[in-house]
Nanobody, 115 residues
Framework: VQLAESGGGLVQPGGSLRLSCAASGFTFSNYPLSWFRQPPGKERELVGAIASNGRGTHYADSVKGRFTISRDNTRNTMYLQIDTLKPEDTAVYYC?????????WGQGTQVTVSS
């Protein structure tokens, strides 16, 4: 199982980014997946999750209305659209999934929001 995030970078406040999580090594369409983030000096926190068929999503209160999780099961890829970025969104963003008995994580992608 491999999960690989991409799409992070330095963005000005109010800007947007789309993160991607490319998956391999398992039947992607069978599993719900999640995004987490870890701000500097803080614990990792849940951003949101998406059902295996993409028809259900859940978000942390802090990101509702600005973050959108989607997935393309034909491309084995999950996405995180982040709009109206704020400095407090600065963090390493991770995708994760519980595959069988083990939880797998990507290596993370850094998002920095600064003017």
């Amino acid at each position: 199982v491999q999960l690989a995030e991409s799409g992070g970078g330095l963005v000005q406040p109010g800007g947007s980014l789309r993160l991607s999580c490319a998956a391999s090594g398992f039947t992607f369409s069978n599993y719900p997946l999640s995004w987490f983030r870890q701000p500097p000096g803080k614990e990792r926190e849940l951003v949101g999750a998406i059902a295996s068929n993409g028809r259900g999503t859940h978000y942390a209160d802090s990101v509702k209305g600005r973050f959108t999780i989607s997935r393309d099961n034909t491309r084995n890829t999950m996405y995180l659209q982040i709009d109206t970025l704020k400095p407090e969104d600065t963090a390493v963003y991770y995708c994760t999934g519980q595959i069988g008995d083990e939880r797998y994580w990507g290596q993370g992608t850094q998002v920095t929001v600064s003017s």
